[in-house]
């Protein structure tokens, strides 16, 4: 006979202990007093889950993992008075989500401020001729070329993934654009029709 699976987390307990947490909030209100703390459990799952979530292959090789997760916390913190008990009995999938797109936005982060430091790099030393701040008195090169090659595709890609953004907000602007003009052509119809 096969065993059951142990989750790392009990998603019916975690439920539960929401459930009486929203309870005493709800109590504490009545009574014109502060909300209680969130539980000890309740946190605990939340860290739970960012950690293992972290050790994902897509998430696993970043050097800023504890930041992703630390954000991941924070944002769970935040939305948590968000979780409604009534609509999902799956506090797990809830919180996940909202990790998950918390890693998402820190990798965006950091991505943009290394595309920052990448682009300094390139306008003070490169563009601007300061070559001798990267060979050594023996002409030899500090940087290793692969390393330019790899800033440089980098920034390429960067580039061209803000270019498609950029291009999918205005498509979006346009077609609301779009969309409230004919809305406006179809009320001046009904008002002289």
């Avoid at 999918?168 to 179809?186: A, I, M, N, P, S």
Wanted: contains cysteine; hydrophobic residues 30%.
């Amino acid at each position: 006979m096969k065993e059951k699976k142990v989750n790392y987390v009990d998603n019916k307990k975690f439920y539960e202990t929401i459930v009486e947490h929203r309870r005493r909030v709800e109590e504490s209100a009545q009574k014109g007093l502060e909300p209680p703390r969130l539980p000890e459990y309740i946190g605990e799952c939340i860290w739970k889950i960012a950690n293992k979530l972290s050790n994902k292959p897509c998430f696993i090789n970043y050097s800023y993992r504890d930041e992703m997760i630390s954000d991941g916390i924070e944002n769970c913190i935040m939305y948590f008075k968000d979780f409604d008990p009534n609509k999902t009995q799956n506090p797990f999938a809830y919180f996940t989500q909202i990790i998950y797109y918390a890693f998402l936005r820190r990798i965006n982060k950091e991505e943009k401020n290394r595309y920052i430091i990448y682009k300094n790099f390139q306008e003070t030393i490169i563009n601007n001729g300061y070559n001798a701040y990267l060979t050594d008195t023996e002409d030899n090169h500090i940087v290793p070329t692969h390393m330019y090659d790899n800033i440089n595709s980098f920034m390429g890609r960067f580039e061209e993934k803000e270019e498609l953004k950029k291009q999918k907000r205005k498509e979006q602007k346009l077609g609301l654009t779009k969309f409230y003009e004919e809305d406006k052509d179809e009320q001046r119809s009904a008002v002289s029709g």
